[in-house]
């Protein structure tokens, strides 16, 4: 695996499922959180189901990761990816969201009411999302849906021989993209 990432790990970021299958195909490198404590550096991506909602996603997200919107019927959920935040940037307006929206698969009305219900705004992570080779099955889906963000896993998951959804000069220059549209934007 590029980068110095831990050999292993037991935390997990709870993420809308579109969103980890839009960073797992490497379509886009953000997300947005209300709170973020920066000693959170590095996660397993968990897929949640609750709350998830097509009209709240692009045409185009909603169409290409639809089968993303369901819950397994088995009650369990596949962990497939890894993640290190690169950067994270304090977001507090609209044209924020707009500078960077290639970026991510939400609709500009889901982050209008995003940004309205944080009223500190939003935390946008840049995560360079890594691949494992083999998915690990977590069982007790309803567990997680509910409680914090960030979940301990009942056992630590190997991150050996993950992949990284983009190259590293792709990554940096993305991740350039939105450094230079946040700091243009973070006002406005």
Known sequence: MEGQVKAFNRLALKEWSVVVRVLHE??????????????????????????????????????????????????????????????SFEVQSLDAVKAVDREHPFTLPEMKRRLESAPAGLVALALRAYRLPRPRRITERQEYEDGDRFQVLPEEIATDGAAPAVSAEVFGHRLAVVRRALSGAADG
């Open 26 to 87: 490497g379509s886009g490198i953000l997300t947005f959180l209300e709170d973020y404590i920066p000693a959170d550096r590095e996660f397993f991506l968990l897929p949640t189901y609750e709350r998830q909602r097509e009209e709240a996603l692009k045409p185009s997200a909603g169409m290409s990761y639809r089968h993303e919107l369901r819950p397994p019927l088995a009650g369990h959920v596949y962990i497939r990816d890894y993640a290190e935040v690169a950067e």
